[in-house]
Nanobody, 117 residues
Framework: QVKLVESGGGLVQPGGSLRLSCTAS???????????MGWYRQAPGKQRELVAS???????NYMDSVKARFTVSRDNTKNTVYLQMNSLKPEDTAVYYC????????WGQGTQVTVSS
């Protein structure tokens, strides 16, 4: 069973930065060799939305509202995906969920990001 452990959320002022990390463990080698890892977020009263993702070949995908501010990266040797979030806005406030997709989708437990003065 794949387990995803996230870290790095918290409270930050508008304009600030945070870096989220998510490490996957417990999977077979094939799951780690070819997959997509990334981040969704869900704000109160809203649907979960894709923020950013990266496949094992380095291809990326971003939602439009974060393209100029967020950067997704990964370290395949550590089975870890990162989300560097800069110029944070109050509307970025949400629970951020890490995921790994390799035929089926595995989810992290979520980490709260709050952007407020």
């Amino acid at each position: 069973q794949v387990k995803l452990v996230e870290s790095g959320g918290g409270l930050v002022q508008p304009g600030g930065s945070l870096r989220l990390s998510c490490t996957a463990s417990g999977a077979s080698g094939s799951v780690f060799r070819i997959n997509v890892m990334g981040w969704y977020r869900q704000a109160p009263g809203k649907q979960r939305e894709l923020v950013a993702s990266m496949n094992t070949s380095g291809g990326t995908n971003y939602m439009d509202s974060v393209k100029a501010r967020f950067t997704v990266s990964r370290d395949n040797t550590k089975n870890t995906v990162y989300l560097q979030m800069n110029s944070l806005k109050p509307e970025d406030t949400a629970v951020y969920y890490c995921y790994l997709a390799a035929g089926i989708v595995f989810w992290g437990q979520g980490t709260q990001v709050t952007v407020s003065s």
